[in-house]
C-alpha cells in the first residue's frame, strides 16, 4: 500500500540544536516534495519545495534533503528557536497514477526548550 | 500567494443538523480544495471544488453527505450534513494559484453533539 510516514512522537530540543525531521514513504514516485509548518488552531504553512531531481534545498535555517533510493526526505531546522515549536507536515505530489492532488503526512510535532 | 478566509472558525452543532463552511480567496485561483483533520492524523481530501461544475469527491466521501459550490474563482462553500458525532473533526479550505503550493485556511474546528 502507499504510504507516507512521519514520526509521531513528539521531538523536543534544546534552543540552539538543529532539529532534524523524518518523511519516509513508500510505493510513490513524487514528483515533488514539499514542508509545512502547522500551528495550532491554524492551517499548514508552506514552507519549502524540492523537487525529484534535487538533493537539497535551503532557505535561511531550514535545509531539505530529499533521497529518493531511500525514498526520504529529511528537513533541518538550524539554531532552532522556541518559536519554531510547531508541526511539520511532509506532502508529496506522485507523478503517475493520474493522481495528481498532494499527499500529506500526519506531521512532527517540534518542541524547542530555551 | 493567496490569502484564504475560512468561516466560521468554530462551531459547536446538534446531530442531526448541518453546516456549511465558506472559503474566500483573495485573488482568482485554478484550484480549491476541501480536507479534513482528526488530531494528530494527516489531512484527508474530500474533494476538488470544480468551478462551475460539480465537485470531484475522493473515495470515501460523497455528494449527499458534503455538498460542495464553487460559483466562482474566488469562492467556496463545503456542507457537512446531517451531522454525526463522527464528523466532528477541523475542516480545511485550500487553493492553489497554478503553482506548487498550497494555501491554507485557517480551518473549521466543528464538533456535533
Known amino acids: 500500500s502507499q504510504k507516507i510516514e512521519q514520526n509521531s512522537e513528539a521531538l523536543n530540543i534544546q534552543e540552539g540544536k538543529t532539529a532534524t525531521l523524518t518523511c519516509n514513504y513508500t510505493n510513490y514516485s513524487p514528483a515533488y516534495l514539499q514542508w509545512y509548518r502547522q500551528d495550532p488552531g491554524r492551517g499548514p504553512v508552506f514552507l519549502l519545495l524540492i523537487r525529484e531531481n534535487e538533493k537539497e534545498k535551503r532557505k535561511e535555517r531550514l535545509k531539505v534533503t530529499f533521497d529518493t533510493t531511500l525514498k526520504q526526505s529529511l528537513f533541518h531546522i538550524t539554531a532552532s528557536q522556541p518559536a519554531d515549536s510547531a508541526t511539520y507536515l511532509c506532502a508529496l505530489l506522485p507523478i503517475s497514477g493520474g493522481y495528481n492532488k498532494l499527499i500529506f503526512g500526519a506531521g512532527t510535532r517540534l518542541a524547542v526548550h530555551p | 500567494s493567496a490569502v484564504i478566509s475560512q468561516k466560521p472558525s468554530r462551531d459547536i452543532c446538534q446531530r442531526g443538523t448541518s453546516l456549511t463552511i465558506q472559503c474566500q480567496v483573495d485573488s482568482q485561483v485554478t484550484m480549491m480544495f476541501w480536507y479534513r483533520q482528526q488530531p494528530g492524523q494527516s489531512l484527508t481530501l474530500i474533494a476538488t471544488a470544480n468551478q462551475g461544475s460539480e465537485a470531484t469527491y475522493e473515495s470515501g466521501f460523497v455528494i449527499d453527505k458534503f455538498p460542495i459550490s464553487r460559483p466562482n474563482l474566488t469562492f467556496s462553500t463545503l456542507t457537512v450534513s446531517n451531522m454525526s458525532p463522527e464528523d466532528s473533526s477541523i475542516y480545511l479550505c485550500?487553493?492553489?494559484?497554478?503553482?506548487?503550493?498550497?494555501?491554507f485556511g485557517q480551518g473549521t474546528r466543528l464538533t456535533v453533539v
Open positions: 485550500s487553493a492553489e494559484t497554478g503553482g506548487t503550493e498550497a494555501f
